[in-house]
Each structure stands twice: as structure tokens, then as C-alpha cells.
Nanobody, 123 residues
Framework: VQLQASGGGLVQAGGSLRLTCATSGLTFSSYNMGWFRQAPGKEREFVAGITSSAISTYYADSVKGRFTISRDNAKDTVYLQMNSLKPDDTAVYLC?????????????????WGKGTQVTVSS
């Protein structure tokens, strides 16, 4: 199983980025997907989650109204659209997959994790 995140970069505060997580080796449409982030010196934290059917989505309070998670089951890919970025959003962003539960602020014990993509927001 491989999860490959991309789309990170350097952006000014107020700007936007779209992260992509391409997957292989799993039945993507059967997996709940999510995005997490880890800033230097901080613990990893939940950002957004989406159920396998895309019926439900979940967001950390810090990104609600600014970030949108979506998925394309035909392309085995999950996305994270990030708008109105702030310097506090600076982190390595990782995607993850879980067969049984979508990630949420209360659940992060995912089955598979990908390598991250760096997002840096300058003030």
C-alpha cells in the first residue's frame, strides 16, 4: 500500500494550496481517508477526514470554513483544498487511510500512512 502526498509549497498568508494524496495497493473506495499535520516541535494533529462514500466529512476546529476535503474514488485520490492560509498552518501534511473508521479529532489510529508534503505559510 502506498499513499503519496503532493502539492505542498511556500505560500503567503491568505493564499491557497491544494494537496493531493494518490493511493495504490488498496481498495480505495472501501477506505476512509484523512489528512493530518505535524509542525516542528509539536505532536501530529488531525486536520480533516472523509468517509469511504464521501457522505460525511470532519474537520478540526482550527481549519473549519477554510479547508475542504474531497475524494475521487475513480482516481483513488483524496484532496485537501486549503484557503485563507495562516502561518500557524505551517506543517508537514500527511494523508492516511482506515478501513473501519474515518479520522476525527477523537480517532487517529489509521491503518496506513503516507509520507508528507511540506506546507509553509509566510506572514
Amino acid at each position: 500500500v502506498q499513499l503519496q502526498a503532493s502539492g505542498g509549497g511556500l505560500v503567503q498568508a491568505g493564499g491557497s494550496l491544494r494537496l493531493t494524496c494518490a493511493t495504490s495497493g488498496l481498495t480505495f473506495s472501501s477506505y476512509n481517508m484523512g489528512w493530518f499535520r505535524q509542525a516542528p516541535g509539536k505532536e501530529r494533529e488531525f486536520v480533516a477526514g472523509i468517509t469511504s462514500s464521501a457522505i460525511s466529512t470532519y474537520y478540526a476546529d482550527s481549519v473549519k470554513g477554510r479547508f475542504t476535503i474531497s475524494r475521487d474514488n475513480a482516481k483513488d485520490t483524496v484532496y485537501l483544498q486549503m484557503n485563507s492560509l495562516k502561518p500557524d498552518d505551517t506543517a508537514v501534511y500527511l494523508c492516511a487511510a482506515d478501513r473501519l473508521r474515518p479520522p476525527s479529532p477523537d480517532y487517529s489510529d489509521m491503518d496506513y500512512w503516507g509520507k508528507g508534503t511540506q506546507v509553509t505559510v509566510s506572514s
